[in-house]
């Protein structure tokens, strides 16, 4: 059975850093790439940034890049986002999603897993 698990949300202050943590199982961790998609309240989903566990390549929306950084542990099966700098508009749920084979995209619809999301707030 695919798991994808979440953990590392909350509320953080404007400027802030949070570390996202998203833990696989069942599936072979290599041959996916990993995303991290979020969604704020009446806002379409955004995928913010991808990695390819087979070369590393990676992907950063424009609204994200510089402050984000995406990483992935073949040996824990854990893909991570670094988030700092953080903005009120960065609040949303944000969703780790796999995607065989492992192609970096930022097309939301191609993904074939989803984790149950982590909170991320923003606020003063």
């Known amino acids: 059975e695919v798991q994808l698990v979440e953990s590392g949300g909350g509320l953080v202050q404007p400027g802030g850093s949070l570390r996202l943590s998203c833990a696989a199982s069942g599936f072979a961790f290599s041959s996916f790439a990993m995303s991290w998609v979020r969604q704020a309240p009446g806002k379409a989903r955004e995928a913010v940034s991808c990695?390819?566990?087979?070369?590393?390549?990676?992907y950063y929306s424009d609204s994200v890049r510089g402050r984000f950084t995406i990483s992935s542990d073949a040996a824990e099966n854990t893909v991570y986002l670094q988030m700092n700098s953080l903005k009120f508009e960065d609040t949303a749920v944000y969703y780790c999603?796999?995607?065989?084979?492992?192609?970096?995209?930022?097309?939301?619809?191609?993904?074939?897993?989803w984790g149950q999301g982590t909170q991320v707030t923003v606020s003063s």
């Open positions: 999603a796999a995607l065989k084979p492992p192609i970096v995209t930022a097309n939301a619809a191609m993904y074939d897993f």
């Open positions: 990695i390819s566990n087979f070369d590393k390549s990676t």
